[in-house]
């Protein structure tokens, strides 16, 4: 521990370990005050001196980490340790202050609110892992702070996630069919009504499949020209009201595909239609 850390952490012990033993158990008895994130860090310092004093016998960080959990209990944000201030490898110092550089990222990024007590605890394993390295003598406590501390940041990050957007439900198909008059091309009232209506339920985003058909009273080929009229009738009434040309797709199958099967010649009103099947 650094000299203004330590001086720090000593001033005012008059009576070292009566001293600590009162903080301690001030810290223990206390009743955390302030938002869910402070009183949960609160907890998270008073586990940290509590082993510390009692434990480990570690008066000063005991003393140190008390008064810490003393300010949260307050109500205070108490911020994660900061690197300088301890005694650290090179090594060890830069691993520590990408540590708390990922941390302070989910902190300050709304984590003390959204997720108080993720955050807290992803705080108290980084002071657990930052005290214990400094020490840096006993590995099996360094390893159990700085794999929860891991562990705790894969937690809070996995919870800090935004939820992701939901997917919109593929639209299921859907069929209107408008009919024609006798060799007619032309739109009536009621063809028109029914397009309005195919507008509203599809919109400007949707694709639109025009295929028009003919009955079979009239020569094949005719027919086959015929049922392309009409499906390009529809298509230009589409167009109009404002879908665009590259979300509609055009066909004429003649007589070849009839709604109602007729022997060759004989005029039937179901087959003189164009289907709009919109998905």
Same mark, same amino acid.
């Given at each position: ?173 859907? +069929?209107?069919? =408008?009919?024609? !008059?006798?060799? %007619?091309? *032309? #739109?009536?009232?009621?063809? /028109?009504?029914?397009?309005?209506? @195919? ?36 298509? +230009?009434?589409? =167009?109009?009201? !404002?879908?665009? %040309?590259? *979300? #509609?797709?055009?066909?004429? /199958?003649?007589?070849?595909?009839? @709604? ?20």
């Amino acid at each position: 521990m650094k000299l203004m850390k330590f001086l720090s952490a000593v001033a005012g012990l008059a009576f070292l370990a009566g001293c600590t033993a009162t903080e301690v158990d001030q810290l223990r008895m206390a009743e955390p005050k302030g938002s869910a994130f402070t009183k949960a860090l609160a907890d998270e310092y008073s586990q940290i001196a509590t082993f510390e004093a009692d434990e480990m016998y570690d008066w000063i960080d005991a003393t140190y980490f008390a008064r810490k959990g003393l300010r949260a209990a307050d109500g205070e944000v108490v911020l994660p340790e900061a690197v300088e201030n301890w005694n650290l490898t090179d090594r060890h110092a830069k691993e520590l202050s990408a540590a708390r550089a990922r941390l302070m990222t989910q902190l300050e990024g709304g984590a003390r609110t959204s997720n108080p007590q993720e955050a807290a605890h992803a705080q108290g394993r980084f002071d657990c892992w930052i005290e214990q390295q400094e020490e840096n003598h006993q590995p099996d406590h360094i390893a159990a702070c700085r794999d929860a501390f891991i562990a705790a940041m894969k937690n809070l990050e996995q919870v800090m996630e935004p939820a992701p957007e939901p997917t919109p439900e593929p639209m299921e198909p859907v +069929e209107f069919v =408008v009919y024609f !008059g006798f060799d %007619k091309d *032309n #739109l009536t009232a009621e063809a /028109r009504s029914v397009l309005d209506r @195919a507008v509203a339920e599809g919109g400007m985003d949707a694709e639109y499949s025009v295929t028009g058909h003919a009955d079979r009273a009239g020569p094949e080929d005719y027919n086959l020209g015929l049922s392309l009229r009409r499906a390009n009738s529809v298509r +230009e009434y589409l =167009v109009g009201k !404002g879908v665009p %040309k590259n *979300n #509609l797709s055009l066909a004429g /199958r003649g007589e070849s595909e009839p @709604a109602v099967p007729t022997a060759d010649g004989v005029a039937e009103q179901a087959n003189r239609r164009v289907e709009i099947v919109i998905q």
